[in-house]
């Protein structure tokens, strides 16, 4: 066996008094894919991110071809020939594509960057590599997938030996993810490194050489990924098995006939359209009931949520709730009418990264604990706390900022924010993008829980498995368009695929 690449001995990293990483250890061969996986906050991204130079560890040794090295910043890990791929996207928004593709790695061409050169040098990457993003597009008016593929082309633009890739596939549809393992392949056929951070197991499995499991900051399993199988990998990220991953669906009361009888629906929206984005949108969900929406990358889906929630004004159309016209172009009226959003991106519209956790959950709802003109500070307090735990959220104390979180637990605190105002209407785009599988089950769990109160549940999902396990109904959305609702025994790959594309497809994420 080749001698490892990277050599990882007895390292240890804490935050504030509290280990993220204990005396892990880790050999990582040339030319191999590497999986790191584990619950959220086991230490993946720390680990990945003390290899690439943004933190270092406190304890141990890590050894590069044989050399000790302790980067001290991204820049000298790139020196050395490691870069990462952040689990967080850090693209200067106001450039552009490919000032930020080849961003930092401009070390030879001095003050003059040659855009004719850059440009060339742009289009070959991307006809290398199949990824295809338009590169005089500002970054800021880039979907968040598009986004995404930006952060892996400056990664292989920046052509290390060694790259670290941090659930670089959470964000992108499923052919664009077969196609950025297709791109591993010939990575490592080419002799790179590749360290590969994923919750997707059997991505995992499909493409790596070998895996570690870390939890709660050590390793806890090592080998061939050709040992494991999804099952014995759960079994080693939870340190127990685990059952069945969706709750069982309830029926959902049938709206009776008798006009006076019917219950009004929670949500109805009527023709909605947005030039140019969306167009004649018009579904109902019931109180009780869980619809998703999915469809095809750009078919419009988070754009239809954002306009419900009020934070787009539509061009058309109507929305109602509970039976109410809703005034639109306003999140603060849909707050006051019980609707409560948990958004695509927790970084640009969910966090406030700064404040501590208790304010970012209790936030909204301050008016609630609010008594002649004084906030209850204690009470928020303690809600706010119950209401973290009740979703499982890891975290020193309920006082941190968000900032400190690793990116599933971010995504938890989105979930406690919401819950915490009861909501009559939960809309929630993509929720459990970058959540382990043990906390999906718990997000699955309260999802069911909160439709088995009698709120309305309107999701938008890419993941397959997580469509036809928690829909009531499901509608299919392309380029702007209701295609069509599924419901019942019609909710299954098959259709589903069918409706989206006209073909049948596998994978968990086969759309945007
Ligand atoms: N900058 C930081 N300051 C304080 N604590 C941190 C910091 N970064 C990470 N942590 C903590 O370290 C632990 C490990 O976090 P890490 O981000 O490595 O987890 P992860 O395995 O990547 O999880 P996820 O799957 O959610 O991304 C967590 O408890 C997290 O809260
Ligand atoms: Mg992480």
Avoid: C, W
């Avoid at 490919?98 to 991307?126: D, H, M, Q, Y």
């Avoid at 406030?352 to 604990?369: E, G, I, K, M």
């Amino acid at each position: 066996m080749p001698a490892p690449t990277i050599s990882v001995r007895g390292v240890g990293k804490s935050f504030e008094g509290n280990a993220a990483l204990a005396d892990v250890d880790l050999d990582v061969r040339p030319g191999t894919i590497h999986a790191l996986v584990g619950e959220n906050g086991a230490g993946k991204s720390t680990l990945g991110k003390i290899l690439a130079g943004v933190h270092q560890a406190d304890t141990g040794v890590v050894r590069l071809d044989g050399n000790s090295v302790d980067p001290a910043s991204p820049r000298e890990a790139l020196a050395l020939g490691i870069t990462i791929v952040a689990q967080e996207i850090a693209l200067v928004g106001t450039r552009s594509v490919i000032e930020n593709v080849f961003l930092g790695s401009e070390v030879t061409t001095g003050p003059f960057v040659r855009t004719a050169a850059l440009r060339r040098r742009f289009e070959a990457l991307v006809a290398e590599t199949g990824i295809d993003v338009d590169g005089d597009a500002t970054v800021d008016q880039l979907t968040i997938a598009d986004q995404q593929k930006v952060e892996i082309l400056r990664a292989l633009a920046r052509r290390a030996d060694v790259i670290v890739m941090d659930e670089p596939t959470a964000r992108l549809a499923t052919h664009e993810a077969e196609a950025l393992m297709r791109i591993f392949d010939g990575l490592r056929r080419a002799g790179t490194t590749i360290v590969f951070v994923s919750h997707f197991l059997e991505e995992v499995l499909g493409i790596s050489d070998q895996v570690t499991v870390l939890r709660d900051g050590r390793v806890v399993a090592d080998g061939a990924a050709s040992s494991f199988t999804p099952a014995s990998l759960i079994a080693a990220m939870v340190g127990r098995t685990l059952d069945a991953a969706f709750p069982p669906k309830r029926i959902v009361p049938e709206a009776r006939t008798a006009a006076d009888e019917a219950p009004a629906p929670a949500l109805k929206v009527t023709g909605l359209t947005r030039s140019g984005v969306f167009e004649d949108v018009g579904f109902e969900v019931r109180p009780g009931e869980i619809v998703v929406i999915t469809g095809l990358v750009g078919s419009g889906r988070t754009e239809v949520l954002r306009a419900i929630y009020g934070l787009d004004t539509p061009t058309a159309g109507t929305v109602e709730v509970d039976g109410k016209v809703s005034r639109t172009g306003s999140p603060r009226a849909s707050i006051a009418e019980g609707v409560a959003l948990i958004p695509e991106s927790r970084k640009t519209e969910g966090l406030f990264l700064d404040f501590p956790l208790v304010a970012n959950v209790s936030l909204p709802h301050l008016r609630r604990f609010t008594r002649a003109g004084l906030v209850r500070a204690k009470q928020v307090a303690r809600v706010a706390a119950g209401a973290m735990e009740d979703v499982g959220v890891k975290t020193p104390s309920p006082e941190a900022p968000a900032s400190l979180l690793s990116g599933g637990n971010q995504q938890k605190v989105l979930f406690a924010r919401a819950l915490l105002g009861k909501p009559r209407l939960l809309i929630a785009d993509e929720p459990t993008r970058g959540v382990d599988v043990a906390a999906k089950r718990q997000i699955y769990d309260l999802i069911a829980a909160e439709a088995a109160r009698g709120s309305a549940v309107l999701l938008v999902s890419s993941e397959m498995e997580e469509v036809i396990g928690l829909a009531h109904r499901v509608i299919v959305m392309r380029q702007g368009r209701v295609l069509g609702e599924l419901a019942g025994d019609d909710i299954n790959e098959s259709s589903i695929a069918h409706l989206a594309f006209g073909q049948t497809t596998k994978g968990h994420h086969y759309v945007d």
